[in-house]
């Protein structure tokens, strides 16, 4: 990954969109997909090429992870030991 740093807050409905971009009858010689975060005002867009499909897979586990990991906060929460 090229380097850059930045802070985004997920929201409740936040979209997810993604998009291959493969030529004209899938004959591009480098073909890509995009995975674009955000609401259209500000978005985060993954550029994965061939090659970083396991890029993506620990992208998705992280976030995985984090989402059962707020998972068990809001549950904490709802019970009372805030």
Not at 53 to 74: G, S
């Amino acid at each position: 990954m090229n380097t850059l740093t930045t802070t985004a807050h997920l929201q409740p409905g936040t979209e997810t969109v993604i998009r291959i971009f493969d030529g004209v009858n899938h004959t591009s010689p480098a073909p890509f997909v995009s995975l674009r975060v955000g609401d259209g005002d500000v978005d985060v867009v993954f550029i994965a090429d061939l090659g970083t499909a396991d890029a993506l897979r620990t992208l998705a586990t992280a976030a995985e992870k984090a989402a059962n990991v707020l998972d068990e906060l809001a549950a904490r929460t709802t019970e009372g030991a805030a």
